[in-house]
Structure formats: structure tokens, C-alpha cells
């Protein structure tokens, strides 16, 4: 695979993924982003690249699919670079067919972090605006879009109908196990997000990575920012424990950050750049293991 465009499948580019949450939700109280309530149209033909996205994502996202990938990239074989080096590294993944923007995947990550440092968020804070997404560097390895990006929810029990386009769960082989069909499924309620297996993508892949580097508050942002139907839907609240309860306010403090934050303006990498190397240096490694 070339690793000068995105990956092929049904989306254009990633953003497109992220362009769709945005009209699902767009930013209360204001008209910042450019997306009006007309394109939340779930019938609009131009939508069909989106639609296909998430059949393939919802067939394809079983508990035995998430394991393995889990397993498989627990071993930390894929690569071995430092984490500004990835946020070049996941620049490849600019495509050049995205009619929205001009800018790279650093720089929207830098779009996010400084919106952050801009309001005078903690250096931890500010650090997972910037590595948040890093996870899809996983397209460069030749994985495809659905299990990369995408909403993501818990696998081992019942799906929500609060996640988008919930009827192409009918085609995933785990709708027909019936220990899987219960609210709970394989769970006990109030059991604890940690306890859950999530469907598989960059947030689970970047988590893996942070874990050991950043605050409780950072991994919560980094594991659960793409868990819309929980922090913007109210879904899944059973099977969490009061401290996932607490901690998902740092979830949804994140979220129009990630989100609102794009811009067509770039932010300066030259200037930038010294001011994120010694932010990264404070919390992780010289090199990584990805």
C-alpha cells in the first residue's frame, strides 16, 4: 500500500469519518462549524461512501476480530520511532482528494493541542491533543478504514441503538450468539469500562501505547473520545462504574477540542515544533515501541 495517500476503501480519507461526526453533532450554542443540520440527512445519496463505512465497520467489529487485534498489537512489533516522529510518520496519510482541507495530519493534531494550551489546559492536557489520534498509523500497516476509525462501542453483549446506523449490526456475526444479545452480555452490570472489550481501532491502539506515560484523566480521553453513543448519547451507562462516571467528564471536556478545532489556517510547525518536543520529552521515551 502506498503510503502516500489514505488506505483504499469506502472513505475518501479518514476525515471524512470525522467530518460525519460533526453532523451528527454539531458545536451547541453556535455556528463555528461548517456543517448545517441539512447534512445530517442519514438519506442523502452523497452520504452512500459514509453509509458503506459503517455496514463494513458494524459486520466486521466482533469480540474474536477486537482480541485479536488487541493480542496482535500488544506485542509492540510494528515499529519503533519517538512520538514527534510518528506525528511525521502519520503525515503519509494525507490525501490529496479531500476537497475540505489542505492541512496535514500534524497539523490538525497541532489544531487541537493548541486550542487546548490556548485556554490554559494542564502540559498532560495539551500533550493528548496533540498524540490523541497517533493510533491511525495503523492504515499504514495495512489495516483497513473500519478498524481504524469509527464510533466505538463495547463488543460481548447487546449493541446500541444509540450508535449510528445501528441495523448493520444485524449482519455481525455476534448478534446471532445469544450470550451476547443481553444488556450486559458477557459483563456484570456497574462491572467498570475496564472490564469491557471495545471494538478495535485507534483509540484502543493509542491507549495501549499512553498507558503507562500519562494521567488516568489523558487515557480516559485518548480510550474513549470515539465512544459517542456513551458521552454524547447517555448509552452504556450500566455496564460503568462510578469511577468511569467521574472520569467521563474529562471524556466529554475533550470532545470540542477534538472536534471544533479545525481550521483552515495552519498552526507554524517551525515555531511549534521545539515547544512540543520538550512537552513530549516531560512525559514519554526518546523512542517508542508501536
Not at 448545517?36 to 440527512?41: L, Q, S, T
Not at 446506523?165 to 455476534?174: I, L, S, V
Not at 480516559?220 to 450500566?238: D, K, N, V
Amino acid at each position: 500500500m502506498s503510503e502516500s495517500n489514505a488506505p483504499d476503501g469506502p472513505l475518501n480519507s479518514l476525515d471524512e469519518w470525522e467530518d460525519d461526526v460533526l453532523k451528527r453533532y454539531p458545536e451547541e450554542g453556535g455556528s463555528a462549524n461548517k456543517f448545517d443540520k441539512e447534512f445530517r440527512d442519514y438519506d442523502d445519496p452523497a452520504r452512500e461512501s459514509v453509509r458503506e463505512f459503517y455496514r463494513l465497520n458494524h459486520v466486521g467489529q466482533t469480540l474474536e476480530f477486537a482480541r485479536d487485534k488487541r493480542a496482535d498489537y500488544g506485542r509492540r512489533d510494528k515499529h519503533e520511532m519517538s512520538i514527534w516522529e510518528t506525528c511525521e510518520y502519520l503525515n503519509t496519510l494525507i490525501d490529496d482528494s479531500d476537497p475540505d482541507t489542505d492541512l496535514s495530519q500534524i497539523e490538525h493534531l497541532l489544531q487541537t493541542s493548541e486550542a487546548i494550551r490556548a485556554d490554559g489546559h494542564p502540559r498532560w492536557f495539551v500533550l493528548t491533543g496533540l498524540i490523541h489520534d497517533l493510533g491511525k498509523i495503523m492504515c499504514l500497516w495495512g489495516e483497513p478504514q473500519w478498524a481504524v476509525v469509527g464510533d466505538t462501542f463495547p463488543l460481548g453483549c447487546k449493541f446500541s441503538d444509540k450508535i449510528v446506523y445501528p441495523e448493520f449490526f444485524e449482519a455481525n456475526p455476534d448478534s446471532a450468539n445469544p450470550e451476547y444479545r443481553t444488556d450486559c452480555g458477557i459483563y456484570e452490570e456497574g462491572c467498570g469500562l475496564d472490564q469491557v472489550t471495545m471494538s478495535w481501532g485507534h483509540d484502543e491502539y493509542m491507549h495501549s501505547i499512553a498507558k503507562d506515560h500519562l494521567p488516568e484523566e489523558a487515557l480516559y480521553m485518548i480510550r474513549y473520545h470515539s465512544f459517542y453513543s456513551a458521552h454524547r448519547e447517555g448509552a452504556y451507562e450500566h455496564l460503568m462504574n462510578e469511577k468511569d462516571k467521574e472520569m467521563f467528564k474529562w471524556v466529554k471536556a475533550f470532545n470540542p477540542y477534538d472536534l471544533y478545532s479545525k481550521a483552515d489556517q495552519p498552526p507554524n510547525l517551525d515555531v511549534l515544533r521545539p515547544y512540543y518536543q520538550d512537552l513530549i520529552g516531560e512525559f514519554f521515551p526518546e523512542t517508542v515501541a508501536w
